[in-house]
């Protein structure tokens, strides 16, 4: 029987630089702390899983430099129980890093990002007869030049590696960054029929659909829906959850729409956001691993993206799954 999540895709350390405020070009800005964190999909999805109290096996699939960074993630992984044998190591490029500079009133971050090793993650490095798990997680597509790069099928080579994994019987799930909407849609789109569950920001669902769907108080509940059905018709087999600061709506391919609005959490306890839809998808991808209800899944989805926003760094407030579902019942949830 399987059991366990995978993911893979890219990898790399934040270093994080809280600041005083967003400076204008040839301006200043105040550094007010530093620290290093865990950055990327995969790398972010597991730890927040670990952290959540997974008792199901992790484990990592990627591409690290040989550096400090590279054996900073090693170290990392086998410290919460995540399999690292399959992340590999090159000496070919340095090991991917984003600067992420957060303002420390509103949260709001901004990546300078080197791609470093994930530029070159490729469909050999996958192996999914090595795994037992049940689950594979893959992100960010959009950010992995070789994987995001055509095959020969025409399609992006990332299609190969999620239909291998469908082929190997793991039932897989897809995150990816936003971009410009023509690439969006030429990337993204023709993945989907490989993916089973996808996790999609708002931005990135106008740009693949087409559907306007409004932002904060003017969000069209009914154009969210059907963006998401837009998505599932791509190909998208089970669910396509589309996600906003305000919470997110599912949509399943049985017709099924279960909404589910943010938590409350006061802009006070805010240390930072990057991170939380890292977070809202281990909550998701927890539950999903364990066959809960989707309203479920989603409930634990919110609450520890609240939970990760705690803390300037993507993880280090993510807490166990009761405490962060604590979090909504203490503060509610947006409707």
């Given at each position: 029987?399987?059991?366990?999540?995978?993911?893979?895709?890219?990898?790399?350390?934040?270093?994080?630089?809280?600041i005083?405020?967003?400076?204008?070009?040839?301006?200043?800005?105040?550094?007010?702390?530093?620290?290093?964190?865990?950055?990327?999909?995969?790398?972010?999805?597991?730890?927040d899983?670990?952290?959540?109290?997974?008792?199901?096996?992790?484990a990592?699939?990627?591409?690290?430099g040989?550096?400090?960074?590279?054996?900073?993630?090693?170290?990392?992984?086998?410290?919460?129980?995540?399999?690292?044998?399959?992340?590999?190591?090159?000496?070919?490029?340095?090991?991917?890093?984003?600067?992420?500079?957060?303002?420390?009133?509103?949260?709001?971050?901004?990546?300078?990002?080197?791609?470093?090793?994930?530029?070159?993650?490729?469909?050999?490095?996958?192996?999914?007869?090595?795994?037992?798990?049940?689950?594979?997680?893959?992100?960010?597509?959009?950010?992995?030049?070789?994987?995001?790069?055509?095959?020969?099928?025409?399609?992006?080579?990332?299609?190969?590696?999620?239909?291998?994994?469908?082929?190997?019987?793991?039932?897989?799930?897809?995150?990816?960054?936003?971009?410009?909407?023509?690439?969006?849609?030429?990337?993204?789109?023709?993945?989907?029929?490989?993916?089973?569950l996808?996790?999609?920001?708002?931005?990135?669902?106008?740009?693949?659909?087409?559907?306007?769907?409004?932002?904060?108080?003017?969000?069209?509940?009914?154009?969210?829906?059907?963006?998401?059905?837009?998505?599932?018709?791509?190909?998208?087999?089970?669910?396509?959850?589309?996600?906003?600061?305000?919470?997110?709506?599912?949509?399943?391919?049985?017709?099924?729409?279960?909404?589910?609005?943010?938590?409350?959490?006061?802009?006070?306890?805010?240390?930072?956001?990057?991170?939380?839809?890292?977070?809202?998808?281990?909550?998701?991808?927890?539950?999903?691993?364990e066959?809960?209800?989707?309203?479920?899944?989603?409930e634990?989805?919110?609450?520890?993206?609240?939970?990760?926003?705690?803390?300037?760094?993507?993880?280090?407030?993510?807490?166990?799954?009761?405490?962060?579902?604590?979090?909504?019942?203490?503060?509610?949830?947006?409707?």
């Amino acid at each position: 029987m399987r059991s366990g999540i995978i993911a893979g895709g890219n990898w790399l350390i934040d270093h994080v630089k809280v600041i005083d405020t967003w400076p204008a070009q040839d301006s200043l800005a105040n550094i007010l702390s530093r620290s290093l964190g865990n950055g990327g999909g995969p790398y972010n999805v597991l730890k927040d899983l670990a952290r959540l109290g997974a008792s199901f096996p992790l484990a990592g699939i990627g591409l690290l430099g040989d550096d400090a960074d590279g054996r900073r993630i090693l170290d990392d992984c086998r410290a919460h129980g995540i399999d690292p044998a399959q992340l590999h190591v090159t000496a070919e490029r340095p090991t991917s890093y984003t600067d992420v500079m957060s303002v420390r009133d509103t949260g709001h971050r901004t990546y300078f990002h080197d791609r470093g090793t994930n530029a070159l993650l490729a469909p050999e490095h996958f192996d999914f007869q090595r795994t037992n798990a049940k689950v594979f997680h893959f992100a960010y597509l959009l950010l992995l030049d070789t994987l995001d790069a055509a095959g020969a099928d025409g399609r992006p080579r990332a299609a190969e590696v999620l239909r291998r994994a469908r082929a190997a019987g793991l039932r897989t799930t897809l995150d990816c960054v936003s971009t410009d909407a023509p690439r969006q849609r030429a990337i993204v789109a023709p993945v989907l029929p490989e993916v089973d569950l996808l996790f999609i920001n708002d931005y990135e669902a106008e740009a693949v659909t087409g559907i306007a769907l409004g932002r904060g108080e003017h969000l069209d509940r009914a154009a969210v829906e059907r963006a998401a059905r837009a998505l599932l018709a791509l190909g998208v087999h089970e669910w396509a959850l589309i996600h906003f600061p305000e919470g997110a709506c599912a949509s399943s391919k049985r017709g099924e729409v279960r909404w589910q609005g943010s938590v409350r959490l006061p802009t006070s306890a805010i240390a930072g956001t990057a991170g939380a839809g890292d977070a809202f998808a281990a909550g998701v991808l927890y539950g999903f691993h364990e066959d809960w209800p989707m309203a479920r899944c989603l409930e634990l989805g919110v609450c520890t993206a609240a939970a990760s926003l705690r803390h300037p760094t993507t993880s280090d407030s993510v807490a166990p799954v009761d405490e962060c579902l604590g979090l909504g019942r203490t503060h509610g949830f947006r409707g």
